[in-house]
């Protein structure tokens, strides 16, 4: 796989203070990649710089091979954007403010425009200033899928979508992503990510601390587990087995917390009758407030 986004020590500066600090990351073509952080962590300063909206103090980014300052107008016509801050022209109706687009653009397919429209139940007639948040959201999410782009980046996508339309954006991301395009999502929500990534970059107070798979990263969580024997046991036996801790045994039942592999501790549990195993596998979201824990 080649890179679509390729990021090199990336760093902006607003005087004295620093929103993102010596960035260094690749995304790689047919990725949905979640970018993962609280607001005000540096993630909508990546993206801004990213399209050439804002300048970094110093760093090197490329997107779609391209030179993301020299070539910026060659990249917005092949990416699809989607804004945190979504502002649209308030006196249009969605339908209008599509058919810009389209003017702008050129070659679209209509039907698939409205085909969007319809997934997302969106009143396209409505003037956009009557609109409610969610609404005009989906007026967002259809100009950055209408035209089949080979990248899309979207900031916050689910801003006030209800749980019904968030579900239909899953699909949408997922169907569009099949079709060969690359995914890039800026967000807070770690069930999202989690949800829809295969690999995730985590920022904290501007700076990438962790760029991986969400299932390898997934394995470094704490887990909860539990065995259910037919007999009372020592839990002696159970302490010094690595990466085990917390553990406690109450009548026949032995619960612990292990970091890692989980091999030395179901070989000790298979010298004992085993009645019922409960896990609480881990998930991203103690991963990500781990990161945060500092």
């Known amino acids: 796989m080649d890179s679509v986004i390729s990021i090199r020590n990336l760093t902006k500066n607003y005087g004295k203070n620093v929103a993102i600090q010596g960035i260094n990351l690749d995304v790689m073509r047919g990725e949905i990649f979640g970018y993962l952080g609280p607001n005000g962590s540096g993630k909508t300063t990546t993206i801004r710089t990213l399209l050439d909206f804002i300048r970094p103090t110093k ?77 005009k959201q989906k007026i967002g999410l259809i100009q950055a899928f209408m035209h089949a782009p080979e990248l899309v980046i979207m900031d916050e996508p689910t801003n006030g979508l ?87 045994v109450e009548g026949t039942a032995l619960k612990c917390t292990i970091k890692g592999p989980v091999d030395a501790l179901v070989k000790a549990a298979s010298w004992h009758k085993v009645i019922k195993i409960i896990s609480d596998d881990g998930n991203l979201e103690e991963i990500f407030l781990d990161f945060y824990a500092g």
């Not at 990416?79 to 003017?103: H, S």
């Not at 999202?192 to 991986?212: H, T, W, Y």
């Open 162 to 248: 209800d749980p019904l339309m968030q579900q239909e954006f899953y699909r949408l991301v997922e169907e569009t992503n099949k079709k060969g395009a690359t995914i890039f999502i800026s967000s807070h929500i770690v069930p999202e990510i989690e949800r829809l990534c295969s690999k995730v970059g985590i920022i904290r107070k501007g700076e990438l601390v962790a760029v991986e798979e969400v299932e390898k990263l997934k394995e470094k969580a704490l887990r909860k587990i539990t065995f259910v024997f037919d007999m009372p046991i020592s839990k002696e036996e159970f302490e010094s087995l690595p990466g085990v801790i917390d553990v406690e």
């Open 59 to 135: 760093g090197v980014v490329s997107v779609l091979g391209l030179d993301s300052r020299a070539d910026s107008a060659q990249i917005r016509k092949r990416i699809g954007y989607l804004p945190g801050d979504i502002a649209l022209y308030e006196k249009m109706t969605g339908r209008q403010l599509l058919k810009y687009i389209d003017g702008l653009r050129g070659g679209l397919d209509w039907n698939f425009v409205i085909q969007l429209a319809e997934r997302f139940e969106a009143n396209i007639d409505q003037p956009i200033r009557t609109l409610s948040r969610g609404n």
